[in-house]
Structures are given as structure tokens and as C-alpha cells.
């Protein structure tokens, strides 16, 4: 039986929730639904992004509407456009088998005009921003004086963005019995003065702790010197080839520069930020969700609202001033239960902001070091591999074949391999042997003090094995398995890196016998495993211990993205947006003749 049965739920919406394939109700569904469903009351709901909160909220809601009414019964306010566009098709959505219920989309950047004839025909449930919501009232298109009910989508956000003044606005134009719903990521003063002043004795949901953050999301950082941040992030993102990302920055003008930056050496990136055109950012939103663009470069409020599935990464290319913003940015990632990473890139002066974040989000970060020009250069090539074995082959390519064939026949299979992915390796090898390492002193210094077991590399073999993410593992449950399978201790195998199809891991040097002899004579679902020493002794995975000298724990990278590292590069889909001075996007394709530039990344053809 689906569990939303037992929620109290009536047929109709049971029906929609089977089409959508929903089965398990989320923990804030379980807790706000069957008491929104009971009594009327207000609530305040404490819950992270992504954790399902639109249907904790709208499937009670739907329920409570008379559809037979056509009057205003229910506003919902979200901080931003898009998020206001995915409530309405979430409600429509939930909606779909009740006949008579209208649900209507207020936001600025449209037709006013139709907006306010879109309500008039008739429409139960509005979802509006607060700033185009408070212009309406003030022209007397909309009514809100005898709604029942007032929902608080993102409050926090909504908060954050300088929208108190029109929230407080709106509510007081709104009946004083009406039920009002707050749901929020965070619980900071205004969003606490606002449930004071607008709310009767309302009843609290909380779902984890206060301010926590997401267990689905592990927290890395990486110490580098100032003037290799960019560097620093350029590594990272070839570290992981199947990134699909969201990277903050502090200001419009950084989220600019770090964004063309990103496009001119050759990288999927686009900007997202305040002094884009509506037009602008719809274009680089639909080419984000569409997996054209792998970096996004956003600030804070132009991020607001994001939600696209399957974020791998959370980048903090610079730390927000708030720590609540850091909840937020790496809220983007790990949603729906999926494990997600939030990278923190600093210098030595911002260490101390590490354990200030730790305090607020209830989680330890993991100390890493910038992975080094071999260790990315392996992890590309084994990337390729797996691309070239996993490919569909589209067989209008057998006409081309024979002509393919003659081209080849004096080269044996070795020599053929070799070549296919020497065409990309020899661009990535070529740029990193003249390019330095980056791990800063500070953090050199610490490992190599570190004595054998702390993580330091003495003494200490590195594998590949042809396991990771697709085969549902992350960097603990990978360590866990490599640790029981091969009979060895807690600590004896460490700096676990996982990647899509393949990761990497160590033990020390006297295991190397044992690791080769068990694996290579295993089979993992149905699937020989393949385990390699490793010319690398590795030190971008996780390590034994964090920047305080704790045991490090948590979870690894998981990706999910669709690969674009290699091989051509997507044509420019219809949303697309094209270069121009305000948002970042792909370069021309670079010819094959063009050499890649010796102070740049080798671009991907």
C-alpha cells in the first residue's frame, strides 16, 4: 500500500501522487500533512531545501479548497520567479483530477494585465513573489481580505532578499483567522518576528535540527593561496568530470569575471547574477537545467530559488558574509535524498570560518588537497575509458566504416587504443607538466609531518578499481566494503576517491598483496571488479583526519551529472545563451589546427 494512503489523503489526490510515482511520503510530508489535514492551525515547518516541503504544504491545502467557490482561498508567497513557476505546476500537478480548481502564477517580469484577468476569471490558489503580489494589492487587482489560508514558501529567503517589509504588508491586508503556513529553512530573527506578530500559537515541525544542515551532503575544503583560487577551481572541476555545479561568489562583478574566465579556457560555465535581463537569465536557466552549462556562476540572490535536480557539487568560491547562507548554498545539492558535495575553497586567514560553520550546520568538513596535474590526468583517462566502453553507438556510423577500417589497418589493437585517447590525454598531460601543484604550505607542511596512519603518503600504495557512484557507492560505504572484504583495520585504508565508474583508494604498501589477490578474483554484481596499482599515491580523497585532527567522516563525492569532459561538445541547444556582455556561456568551438594555449587549461573539443 502507497504510504501517503495513511497520511489521510482523499482518492483524488492519491490518484495524482500514483502518477507521479511518489511512494514513500519525505519526513516533513509525514509530519505536516495529516496535522495541516486535521485542524485548522498555524505551523511553522523547519525543513531544508529539497526535502519535499511544496507537497507538505499542497497536498493539505488542495484538500481544504472548495472548488466550487471561485473566490481567493489560498496565497502562496516564494521568494523568486522560477520558484513560483515550480509551485504553480507543482499544484496544478497535485491538482489535476479535482475539476474546478484554478491555480494562477503572480510574478514580476510579465503582463501585469493578464495576470490580474487570470485571477478575475477565477482562481482559488495564488502563487506569488512578494514584490510583484504587494504591486497588485496596491492597484486593486487582486483581493486577499477573506483568504483561509496564507503560505510562507522559502521564508528565510524571502527574508534575506529585503522582502520583509512587503510580507508584512501583504499580511496585513490578509484576514486575522486566516491559517497561516510558514515553511523555512532557517529560523533567523526576522522570520521569528514575523511567526510573532502574524501568527496565533503556532505549532512547530522540525525536521532534522534547527539551522542543520543535510545529511545527504558531505563538506570538503581546500587551503590554497590566495592568488590560486581560480586555479584552484579550474583543478576541481577537472578532478571531477561529471560536475554539474552551482559555483557562489560574493559579488555580481566576481560572479562575472570568474564565469568568462571559466568559458574562455574552455569549460561549460554561464553567469547568473543581478544585472542579467529576465530574458537572460530564463535563457541561461533553461540551458542549466538542460545540462548545456555544467558551472553555474551565481551570487546569492540570483541563485535564490534554484532548484534543478542532480547538482553534484556545491562550490564556494568565495565564503557568503552569513554563515545561514552557507546552509542555504549547500542546500542546492544532496535534494531528494541524494548525496551531493559542498566544496569550500579558502586561504589561511579564513580557516577559523570553517569551524564557525561546523557550530551552526551540526557537520564536520573534511580537510582536502588540491588533487595534483597526474592525479587529474589518470582520473581523465580512466573518465575516457569508461565513456568510450559505456557509449551507445548510433549505427548510421556503419556506412563510414570500411573507409575507418583502411585508415587504421596497419595498427594493432594496442596501438589503436593508445592513440583514441591519446587525442585527449596528450591536451591534459601536456598542460599539467608545465603547470605547478598547488597544495598550499600550510597544508604540505601538516601531511608531511603527519606520521604513517594520519594520512600522510609514506609508505602507502595507491589502486584503481573499476567500481564507484553508479554502482551506489560513496566514499564511506566503498571504504566500509574494501574494509571487510579484504579483512583489513579501520584505519587501513584511507583517502577513498569516488568517481562515477571507477575510484580510487590506498592501503599501506604491505596490503598491496592482498588487495590485488582478493579483488582481482571477485565479481560485484555480476561484474568482474579490476583492481590496478595506481601510478599516483593520491591525496585528493579523503583523508583520516580534518583540520582539527579529527577522524574524518561523512560521506563522499557522488556524481550524477552527464559527462562532458570529453569528446565533442553538445550543440547549442535552442536556450542557449550566446556570449555577450552580460552572461557567460560557451566559446566558439575551437579548431582542431588551434593549439591550445600553454597558460591555459587544454579546452574540451
Known sequence: MNKFEQLGLNESLLKAINDLGFENPSEVQEKAIPLLLEKDTDIVALAQTGTGKTAAFGFP????????????????????????????????????????????????????????????????????????????????????????????????????????????????????????????????????????????????????????????????????????????????????????????????????????????????????HGDLSQAQRDSVMKSFRGRQIQMLVATDVAARGIDVDNITHVVNYQLPDEIETYNHRSGRTGRAGKLGTSIVIITKSEIRKISAIERIIQQKFVEKTIPSGMEICEIQLFHLANKIKDVEVDHEIDSYLPAIYEVMKDLSKEELIKKMVSVEFNRFISYYKKNRDLSSQSAGERRESAPRGDGGNDGATRYFVNIGSRDNFDWMSLKDFLRDTLGLGRDDVFKVDVKEGFSFFNTDAEHANTVLETLNNMHYEGRRINVEISKNEGGGGGGRRDHNGRSSGGRGNSFGGRSESFGPRAPRGEGAPRRDSNSGSRPPRRSDSAPARDSKRPRRS
Open 61 to 272: 491545502l488542495i484538500q481544504k479548497i472548495d472548488p466550487d467557490n471561485k473566490n481567493t482561498q489560498a496565497l502562496i508567497l516564494s521568494p523568486t520567479r522560477e520558484l513560483c513557476l515550480q509551485i504553480t505546476n507543482e499544484i496544478k500537478l497535485y491538482s489535476k483530477y479535482i475539476k474546478g480548481i484554478n491555480t494562477v502564477a503572480v510574478y514580476g517580469g510579465a503582463s501585469i494585465t493578464e495576470q490580474a484577468r487570470d485571477i478575475k476569471r477565477g482562481a482559488q490558489i495564488i502563487v506569488a513573489t512578494p514584490g510583484r503580489m504587494q504591486d497588485m494589492i496596491n492597484r486593486g487587482l487582486v483581493n486577499i481580505s477573506k483568504i483561509d489560508f496564507c503560505i510562507l514558501d522559502e521564508a528565510d529567503e524571502m527574508l534575506n532578499m529585503g522582502f520583509y517589509d512587503d510580507i508584512v504588508n501583504i499580511l496585513s491586508t490578509s484576514p486575522d483567522d486566516k491559517s497561516t503556513w510558514l515553511f523555512s529553512a532557517t529560523m533567523p530573527q526576522e522570520v521569528a518576528r514575523i511567526a510573532k506578530e502574524f501568527m496565533r500559537k503556532p505549532l512547530e515541525i522540525t525536521v532534522g535540527h534547527k539551522n542543520s544542515g543535510s545529511s545527504t551532503v558531505s563538506h570538503e575544503f581546500y587551503l590554497v593561496n590566495a592568488r590560486d583560487r581560480y586555479e584552484a577551481l579550474k583543478r576541481l572541476a577537472d578532478a571531477n568530470p561529471d560536475i554539474f555545479s552551482v559555483v557562489f561568489c560574493r559579488t555580481k562583478r566576481d560572479t562575472q569575471a570568474v564565469a568568462e574566465k571559466l568559458i574562455e579556457d574552455g569549460y561549460s560555465a554561464a553567469a547568473l
